[in-house]
């Protein structure tokens, strides 16, 4: 993801690209860690140099442990962040509230940047409410490092809170009986089940499956490249300077984008 980013910022007529960040490249030329061409731009190895530098705003795709650090690092610099990593827990995420806060920095953390995934997040928040019983079902490439993905973390919360609001939750198998342990998924709040697909050839793909008597919907959402994230990250770039806090996904980005689209005037549609 470092180097798709690294590609799409340098594409930006307005956008600087300034360093990227690899503890283990540092130092090797640009080119050869990135595939991107681009003059001047340095590999460096470590994180403090980047206030120096004079970055306005940091995009981290790395791992739940580094980010941890590398968030508390840019908050208390006042560098703005967009971040996609992945694998954090609630206690994360109230801490990076906290501290974006407490610091006046603005800041974007999306489990999912393509625009399909957004929609079939939101689009699923809304079905629940319809359909008693509902199943996710995630698969990724099998370098992968957390389980379930982030994205399926992000729409069983917000199914669950759909549900909540219901005060019902999705119907459950009476049994819970598992001839292989396992075989029934993740069970996550108000009864989601998510299971975990991970396999060679697989980028980043979900269905969320409702059920209803008779009939069923499933809400499919499939990224075939990397380059899907990037029109999501570029959105993020731009709106984080608006913001001294941290925010949590794009939809109310795209939500903007549907204004600017029907010209402010959507007349309670959509
Ligand atoms: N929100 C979204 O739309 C998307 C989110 N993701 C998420 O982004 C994250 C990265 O995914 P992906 O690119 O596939 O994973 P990779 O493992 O390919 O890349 C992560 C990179 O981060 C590097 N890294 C580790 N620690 C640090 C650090 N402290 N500072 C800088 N770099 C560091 C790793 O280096 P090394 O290997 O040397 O340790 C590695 O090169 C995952 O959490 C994934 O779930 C992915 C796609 C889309
Ligand atoms: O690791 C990935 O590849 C992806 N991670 C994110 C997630 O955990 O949901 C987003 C997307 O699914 C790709």
């Not at 059920?211 to 994230?229: A, K, P």
């Not at 993020?236 to 010209?263: K, N, P, T």
Request: proline residues 3%.
């Amino acid at each position: 993801m470092g180097s798709t980013v690294c590609r799409t910022v340098v594409e930006q007529p307005d956008m600087e690209l300034v360093a990227a960040v690899d503890p283990k490249m540092a130092g090797i030329d640009f080119f050869q860690v990135t595939g991107v061409r681009a003059r001047g731009i340095e590999v460096v190895g470590d994180i403090s140099v980047l206030p120096i530098l004079g970055v306005d705003v940091i995009v981290d795709f790395t791992n739940a442990q580094a980010a941890r650090e590398n968030l508390r690092f840019f908050a208390e610099n006042k560098i703005r962040c967009v971040v996609g990593t992945t694998g954090f827990v609630a206690k994360d995420i109230d801490s990076f509230t906290h501290l974006f806060r407490e610091n006046k920095v603005g800041a974007i953390i999306a489990s999912n940047f393509s625009i399909g995934a957004v929609l079939m997040m939101k689009l699923s928040e809304i079905s629940a409410a319809f359909f008693d019983s509902a199943e996710i079902v995630e698969m990724h490439h099998e370098r992968k490092v957390d389980a379930p993905s982030g994205t399926a973390i992000s729409t069983a919360k917000a199914m669950a809170t759909t549900r909540k609001r219901l005060g019902r939750p999705f119907i459950d198998d009476p049994t819970k009986k598992e001839t292989i342990k396992g075989a029934r998924g993740a069970e996550s709040e108000s009864n989601v089940h998510i299971h975990s697909l991970r396999t060679v050839g697989a980028v980043a793909h979900q269905e969320v499956i409702f059920g209803g008597v008779g009939q069923s919907l499933t809400i499919r959402h499939d990224s075939y490249d990397r380059s899907s994230f990037m029109p999501g990250v570029v959105m993020a770039l731009r709106e984080v300077f608006s913001l001294q806090s941290l925010a949590l996904g794009i939809d109310w980005i795209l939500e903007r984008e549907l204004d600017v689209l029907f010209g402010g005037d959507r007349d309670g549609e959509f």
